[in-house]
């Protein structure tokens, strides 16, 4: 089955710059790469998602790139506020399901 | 629309106790999902349902049961609740097709297992 790591772990940034969280996948066959944020106490919420068919996505200050070759696939977010601070999960579908990695604690200090 | 619901909010079992966690949503999806998020593990799939009468496991199903008599309610039942139990449980809907991709999740159920 599918096998999705994320890095890092937990990641701290000031307020005001870039955050990177890298993810990579094992299933050549996944077509389908969501990111979830997800806030303390609360369910997990789509932020972006990318298919397999584009290798680049943006809305507004979150981005996400993929590389089918070397499958991994990456989550930026710019100019960091806040309200960024929570845990997000990196996700590829694979055979109809969602695989999930382990998530990554993002914590924006003003 | 409510969205995904989940009852109830936190839950303390004794072990070998049974019981049973609701999931309702109102977006008539098809496809209804049960995870348990562990720290440092993500969400790991427990059942899944594409469809009233269908049923199948995920990821982590041993002592999990659900069923889907309606498009709305997907319960999970815990039968003989162990400590290894004890997490945080989301269920999840979406739609089929295509472009079945965004799944939304429900609030989530603490559960502690003693």
């Known amino acids: 089955g599918e096998n999705v790591e994320q890095h890092p772990s937990t990641l701290s940034v000031q307020e005001g710059d870039s955050a990177v969280i890298k993810c990579t996948y094992s299933d050549s066959a996944s077509n389908y790469f969501p990111w979830y944020k997800q806030e303390l106490g609360k369910g997990p919420q789509l932020i972006i998602d990318i298919r397999s068919n584009v290798g680049e996505k943006k809305d507004q200050r979150i981005a996400v790139t993929l590389n089918k070759t070397a499958k991994h696939f990456s989550l930026h977010i710019t100019e960091t506020q806040p309200e960024d601070s929570a845990v997000y999960f990196c996700?590829?579908?694979?055979?109809?399901?969602?695989?999930f990695g382990a998530g990554t604690q993002v914590v924006v200090t003003p | 629309n409510a969205g995904v619901t989940q009852t109830p909010k936190f839950q303390v079992l004794k072990t070998g106790q049974s019981m049973t966690l609701q999931c309702a949503q109102d977006m008539n999806h098809e496809y209804m999902s049960w995870y348990r998020q562990d720290p440092g593990m993500g969400l790991r799939l427990i059942h899944y349902s594409v469809g009233a009468g269908i049923t199948d496991q995920g990821e982590v199903p041993n002592g999990y049961n659900v069923s889907r008599s309606t498009t709305e309610d997907f319960p999970l039942r815990l039968l003989s609740a162990a400590p290894s139990q004890t997490s945080v449980y989301f269920c999840?809907?979406?739609?089929?097709?295509?472009?079945?991709?965004?799944?939304?999740f429900g609030p989530g159920t603490r559960l502690t297992v003693l």
């Open positions: 999840a809907s979406s739609s089929l097709g295509q472009d079945r991709n965004e799944q939304f």
């Open positions: 996700a590829a579908i694979s055979w109809g399901k969602l695989q």
